[in-house]
């Protein structure tokens, strides 16, 4: 069986839906931007996740922010070709993209533009209560005002995955916006 669809018309996370309820084992190869992803899957697991850029979990993170591109599932494909370097229950993978997605989307109500710029308050910190990525975040703009594309840039991460952070710094009142 083959399924081959464009990622517009039928996103990345549907299709590991519907793989993980039909419990469905092959190769899934996806082409998005020039960039070449793989992921291969057996029954209720992801074994292996490669894309031109990244391998293992990075790969997998890479893939699922695609938002357009080509694919094809093949369960004629041997899967046995490939050696795992990876080990994820694809319910598990389901769950936490949309997780991932609907904390995006709470992040952009405090963010509202790219463009706004970043400044650190003079407040104490209490470092034990911030994530790495967070105390990354305030160190790079302790002498800087930054834009949130500039910091997405300097950290040379996705805008979306600074947002989550800066969000949290927001609200912890630790960084304030200015437009």
């Keep these: 069986m083959k399924i081959d669809s464009l990622i517009e018309e039928h996103p990345l996370i549907d299709l590991l839906q519907y793989l993980f309820m039909g419990s469905k084992t092959g190769v899934l190869k996806i082409l998005s931007n020039g960039i070449n992803g793989l ?29 357009e591109g080509r694919y094809i599932f093949d369960t004629e494909e041997e899967i046995q070709a490939y050696k795992p370097n990876i080990s994820l229950p694809l ?12 904390e995006i989307e709470e992040a952009k109500k405090f963010i509202n533009s790219f463009e706004a710029t970043v400044e650190r308050k003079s407040l104490e910190i209490d470092n034990s209560s911030l994530t790495e990525e967070e105390k990354n975040i305030l160190s790079l703009i302790e002498n ?16 979306n995955s600074i947002l989550i952070p800066l969000s949290r710094l927001i609200k912890k009142g630790l960084i ?4």
Excluded: C, M
């Excluded at 992921?39 to 938002?67: M, R």
């Excluded at 304030?176 to 437009?179: D, E, F, I, Q, V």
């Design 39 to 67: 992921l291969v899957i057996d029954g209720p697991l992801l074994l292996y996740a490669h894309t031109d850029n990244n391998d293992g979990e990075a790969a997998l993170q890479e893939i699922l922010s695609w938002k």
């Design 91 to 102: 319910e598990f993978i389901i769950l936490e993209t949309l997780r991932k997605k609907d």
């Design 144 to 159: 800087h005002k930054l834009t949130v594309n500039q910091i997405a840039k300097e950290k040379k991460k996705d805008i």
């Design 176 to 179: 304030k916006l200015s437009h």
